[in-house]
């Protein structure tokens, strides 16, 4: 119940997060209400938002005193921009007040404080902008980001630069078209072995069954340009050509001829196809394996800062499931999607030119497919990247109980521990079990899609029963048949291709961390110590300041000072002082954001 409180540095024992709770919570929060709070504290870019006066002391003595804006004014405090955001955020919300109640505004007619808050408009925003980024400061494990909408194009282009670049790119699409034709090809040299059988069986056999009335010629000669077949079947007429008649008189060549060269067509394809499997997977074992060694070295050399902020589960994540991703899924389906789409392209051309009426199907089909895809890869995109992402709690959860499990028997606390670990687990399987619902919501539309190609290729054909050949004609629907399973593949295939470059996208992530200062600035290694050094032992500290991340305060300032050789020192202050963290800048933990340390006279001992 006192009216006044005196706080001697309460907040110089914890860290950022719990001090600024603290700070706003308890110091400013709601039981200070009607009380004066007396605080003395060397944190001033977290308590001089809130004070009505300051009293600036140095050497025991009183150096100034005044509201925080006007010792800004005068430069008392520095030029740390923690601690200008966090005056000018309060001034600009009693200014904002001011205005509102039309009271007068007192202290804060500054220059200083007018260009911060002359744009009325954006002074509430500004305020909250600053009170979470204050928040935010003061986490030191940060939340796991998350991509959203369709993997960039940039992803796309550095795995397929670690793939092998452009010349392989366009290497493997030569091995897929030259196959895919190849298929064709043996296709359709089918259609002309059948068309030039010696085809007296042939006719034989049709006529037993449908018993055909045979229209000709008597007199065939190299002069008759058409003779007509014509083979009545339950009500439907089948026309030959004349040169379906006259093969079916003369075999041109032998079976034997047509064996060769249709084996050659299956042996080339086979060829083919093996060199387009076997090169795939040995530049996606080639990309994976370069991604991994990349991986390792960025985080290798990555800054102590990023092992404090990263929780060891979340690079576990990376190192196991989204290599995993990249060695194991990545590659067949790339594979996979590369060879359906081109087999759909080659489908729907091979049925057009057969019958050139089904371009209208082929062009309707197309757009359904487009926006059944659309739908299912926007869906389907964002559930593997929750499965990802969720993976990572899981890790860190068991490793963590692994360190501590003695102190969780000794507690009796394991059944709350097992309930938390089958409570991310459960979280993981979630995005799992929808993604194969939407799997199925798939297969059922393109088969309904794909029941439409086919019916269209039939129809044409009937339409156009009179003109097609028989041979081609088969080809079409057989085609169009296969259609329906390639167009249902390249969809999930493709939208497997692109759930799992998210595995490649967080990988990317890591490429960008940053990294201890190995090169120096002209590209040349930072000079190794010799072997006989130090010598002495001397160590310089000329103007070093400190701090442990770009948005905290600096937690050493301008210090400067020499150690002697083979001399024996203390280093004494108070709580929070700096005291570790001048010997934390000793072994180069952090980096020196102005001034520099050497020992024996060398500058910024790397470590290695």
């Known amino acids: 119940d006192s009216r006044h409180l005196l706080l001697d540095d309460c907040l110089s024992a914890v860290d950022a997060h719990t001090a600024s709770w603290i700070y706003d919570n308890c110091i400013t929060g709601p039981l200070m209400e009607g009380r004066t709070c007396i605080l003395v504290s060397h944190n001033i870019a977290l308590t001089l938002k ?115 670049g452009l010349k392989i790119v366009i290497f493997m699409l030569f091995l897929f078209l030259v196959t895919e034709f190849l298929t064709i090809g043996q296709a359709w040299w089918l259609r002309a072995w059948a068309a030039s059988l010696p085809n007296s069986k042939a006719v034989s056999f049709i006529k037993a069954l449908f018993t055909p009335k045979v229209v000709a010629n008597t007199q065939l000669n190299s002069h008759v340009n058409a003779v007509a077949l014509d083979m009545t079947v339950s009500g439907l007429t089948f026309k030959a050509s004349s040169s379906d008649v006259s093969t079916m008189k003369t075999a041109a ?92 392209i080659a489908t729907v051309m091979l049925i057009t030119f057969i019958t050139p009426q089904f371009i209208s199907i082929a062009i309707l089909v197309g757009v359904l497919y487009y926006f059944i895809g659309l739908f299912y890869m926007a869906g389907s995109r964002e559930l593997k990247r929750l499965d990802s992402t969720t993976k990572s709690p899981i890790y860190q959860h068991f490793s ?18 097992l309930h938390e670990n089958l409570q991310k687990i459960d979280e993981n399987n979630r995005p799992f079990f929808y993604l194969w619902v939407a799997n199925r919501w798939l297969s059922f539309r393109i088969d309904i899609i794909g029941a439409l190609v086919v019916f269209g290729a039939g129809v044409f054909i009937l339409a156009d029963i009179n003109n097609i050949d028989a041979g081609l004609a088969g080809i079409s ?75 905290l305060p600096r937690v050493i300032k301008n210090v400067s000072f020499t150690v002697d050789p083979r001399a024996k020192i203390g280093v004494v202050g108070r709580t929070g002082a700096g005291k570790s963290t001048i010997i934390t800048a000793l072994f180069r933990f952090l980096d020196a954001e102005t001034g520099f340390i050497t020992i024996q006279n060398m500058i910024s001992l790397p470590l290695i």
């Open 400 to 417: 963590e109980t692994l360190v501590g499990v003695t102190t969780i028997r000794a507690f009796g606390d394991e059944n709350r521990f």
């Open 50 to 164: 809130n004070a009505e006066l300051v009293v600036m002391l140095e050497n025991g003595e009183v150096k100034d005193q005044g509201s925080p804006v006007d010792l800004l004014d005068k430069g008392i405090l520095g030029e740390d921009e923690l601690v200008k955001s966090s005056i000018l955020s309060r001034a600009a919300s009693m200014v904002s007040i001011a205005n509102n109640k039309k009271n007068e505004s007192l202290k804060f007619n500054t220059p200083l404080v007018k260009d911060t808050v002359k744009d009325n408009g954006k002074k509430e925003s500004t305020v909250n902008t600053e009170t979470s980024e204050d928040v935010d400061a003061g986490k030191l494990i940060e939340e796991e980001g998350k991509a959203e909408g369709v993997v960039a194009l940039d992803v796309y282009k550095w795995y397929f630069q670690v793939f092998g």
């Open 253 to 344: 060549h032998s079976t034997k001829y047509y064996l060769v060269i249709y084996f050659l067509f299956g042996f080339s394809q086979s060829t083919f196809g093996i060199f387009k499997t076997f090169y795939t997977f040995l530049y996606g074992i080639y990309a994976s394996r370069k991604i991994f060694q990349k991986l390792l070295h960025k985080v290798l050399r990555a800054k102590l800062r990023f092992f404090d902020t990263t929780p060891i589960g979340r690079i576990m994540n990376r190192f196991s499931k989204d290599i995993e991703a990249t060695d194991q899924e990545l590659t067949p389906y790339l594979h996979g999607a590369t060879y359906t789409l081109i087999g759909c």
């Open 477 to 551: 629907l057989t085609y169009a048949i296969a259609f329906t399973e390639d167009a249902l593949w390249l969809v999930r295939f493709y939208s497997e291709v692109e759930m799992n470059m998210n595995s490649v996208e967080r990988l990317k992530e890591y490429m960008d961390v940053e990294q201890e200062e190995y090169v120096a600035h002209d590209n040349k290694i930072i000079q190794t110590p010799p072997v006989e050094w130090p010598q002495d032992g001397k160590i310089e500290v000329n103007n070093l300041s400190l701090r442990y991340a770009p948005k």
